[in-house]
């Protein structure tokens, strides 16, 4: 029999996010999600997608991700589809960080556990549970392969010019500091798609891409190779996004350490989760800011343009750093269904060839699609992202030695 399914497994330290795929069309047999694993009321959500069946919930005391992962093997079994199953090829990680060194999806070994085990320092909070979740479901099934995708490989083709801070080249270097970006399984996906959808091969383009969630970041992609990300070291630099204050003037940081006696963890939590939508306006789900733009709300108007002005900086520098632009590609929470975002972040750059057509733009749907009029020089999409289908399709790629990317 052979073996075309790949579990796709994103673990965060306390939940693990899975999806179970078949390579053979790339449909969905199963998704679900563990939270709060090692609290007292930890929850799983299980849907079987393939026989169309309604979701499952548990509540009640997952102690570990070992428990976690096997509460979730029993949940697929009673589809027939638990890890013990032959059909399953591989399982595909998702790790956030992979430095330098992981420029492509990796087998995983003992080496690339030990590297990025090394990568922890600058990566504190998500590369432990990655590692966790990779430890346990390795050890459910050691003769599988298992692979790591990592959210930086994507950005590994960035030019020196744009991985680089300026800073002391010595002191950046002796602690690993420059521009890693992040989101890069999205942004190398939509990227590609877009390509797809405008009927050329990814070398033939160059795409801006602007992946808009609740963390977002834009990427300079030029002829499927990126150039430039707005995220760096870590995932705090660039655009506003919904907790995070994105760019600012890095003497914000001694200020509020010198005037207002703050500590480097208060201001890490201030700037990573008191801040950009949420600390402008105190919400930072964008539903909820247009419902108060519509109504009048000044602090919600001003969170709104902020986000814009920045969205729009990066699209001019992204522009300026491509020279040439085909297409600008709206993804994730935001970018794929808040019109009033897209239009306001292109409005104004039609000298720059980029116009969004308002009744394309009103309609909703989850196909890529164009929403520039004919007569622009640049096209406008909107594509939807899946950062686990392209897990799952690197996965799938690299254990069958071949290279099917969609
Ligand atoms: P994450 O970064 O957590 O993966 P998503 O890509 O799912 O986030 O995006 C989540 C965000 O998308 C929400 O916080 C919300 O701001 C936004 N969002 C989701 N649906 C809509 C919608 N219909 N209109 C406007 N914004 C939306």
């Not at 069309?25 to 997608?49: K, M």
């Not at 590609?329 to 060839?353: C, I, Q």
């Not at 640049?378 to 289908?389: G, H």
């Amino acid at each position: 029999m052979s073996s075309t399914r790949v579990l796709v497994l994103n673990s965060g330290s306390s939940s693990v996010k899975y999806q179970l795929l078949d390579m053979r069309d790339s449909s969905r047999l199963a998704a679900g999600l563990v939270e709060r694993i090692g609290e007292e009321t930890s929850r799983l959500e299980h849907t079987p997608l393939h026989t169309g069946g309604e979701s499952r919930e548990w509540t009640g005391t997952i102690a570990d991700h070992d428990a976690a992962l096997k509460a979730v093997s029993a949940e697929l079994a009673k589809d027939g589809l638990g890890l013990d199953s032959p059909e399953l090829a591989a399982i595909g990680h998702r790790v956030v960080h992979g430095g330098r060194r992981f420029t492509e999806p990796t087998v995983i070994d003992d080496a690339v556990l030990a590297e990025i085990e090394r990568l922890i320092p600058v990566a504190p909070l998500h590369n432990p549970a990655n590692l966790t979740g990779i430890r346990t479901a390795m050890a459910l099934r050691p003769d599988l392969p298992q692979v790591a995708v990592f959210d930086t490989a994507f950005h590994t083709t960035m030019p020196e010019s744009a991985a680089r801070y300026a800073i002391d080249v010595e002191t950046a270097d002796a602690h690993r500091i420059r521009r890693y970006g992040f989101h890069g399984t999205s942004h190398a996906y939509v990227s590609r798609a877009t390509a797809k959808l405008l009927g050329k091969a990814p070398e033939e383009v160059n795409v801006i891409v602007l992946h808009l969630g609740n963390g977002a970041s834009a990427s300079a992609v030029r002829g499927g190779r990126c150039v430039d990300t707005s995220m760096g070291l870590t995932p705090l630099e660039g655009l506003v996004m919904g907790t995070r204050s994105g760019d600012m003037d890095p003497a914000v940081i001694f200020h509020l350490m010198r005037v207002g006696g703050m500590s480097a963890d208060e201001i890490d939590s201030l700037l990573n989760k008191k801040s950009g939508l949420i600390g402008l306006c105190g919400d930072n789900d964008m539903r909820e800011i247009r419902r108060r733009v519509d109504e009048g709300d000044e602090r919600a108007q001003l969170a709104f343009d902020i986000y814009i002005h920045r969205l729009k900086k990066y699209i001019g520098a992204y522009y300026a750093v491509l020279g040439k632009v085909d297409a600008v590609a709206f993804t994730a929470g935001v970018g794929e269904n808040a019109a009033p975002v897209r239009e306001a972040a292109v409005a104004g750059l039609e000298e720059l060839g980029l116009a969004v057509d308002a009744e394309l733009n009103a309609v909703r749907g989850s196909e890529p699609r164009l929403i520039s009029p004919e007569y622009a020089r640049v096209a406008v999409a909107v594509v939807p992202t899946d950062e686990e289908l392209e897990i799952a399709t690197q996965t799938y790629a690299l254990v069958n030695g071949s290279s099917n990317l969609t």
